[in-house]
């Protein structure tokens, strides 16, 4: 059974740093594309950030872009996402997810990606 953990959520003020983790286990996932999706109460899950099988490949919302860093590392099946100069704006649940395929590329629509995590809330005071 697979099974995403997300860790690190919280409470901080605007311009602060915070660092997500998610990591997997049930099967290995060497292969395949992770991402980070973030979702408001009443609204869309929002694509975040989304890496290919070795990190050469990433890619980000334009909102987030310069200052989220997304990276994964195999040997702990993991995806974090270092998230710098917080805004109010990034307050949500944050939800990594992971392809059910191996591919080179990344994807970005949330309907690519098979395995979720329960999401861990990032809030940002003001």
């Known amino acids: 059974q697979v099974r995403l953990v997300e860790s690190g959520g919280g409470l901080v003020q605007a311009g602060d740093s915070l660092k997500l983790s998610c990591t997997a286990s049930g099967r290995t996932f060497h292969s395949n594309p992770m991402a980070w999706f973030r979702q408001v109460r009443g609204q869309e899950r929002q694509f975040v950030a989304a890496?290919?099988?070795?990190?050469?490949?990433?890619d980000y919302a334009d909102s987030v872009k310069g200052r989220f860093t997304i990276s994964r590392e195999h040997a702990q099946n993991a995806v974090y996402l270092q998230m710098n100069r917080l805004k109010p704006e990034d307050a949500a649940v944050y939800y990594c997810a992971v392809s059910a395929s191996t591919y080179s590329g990344i994807y970005s629509r949330a309907d690519e990606y098979f395995y979720w995590g329960q999401g861990t809330q990032v809030i940002v005071s003001s």
């Open positions: 890496i290919n099988w070795n990190g050469g490949l990433t």
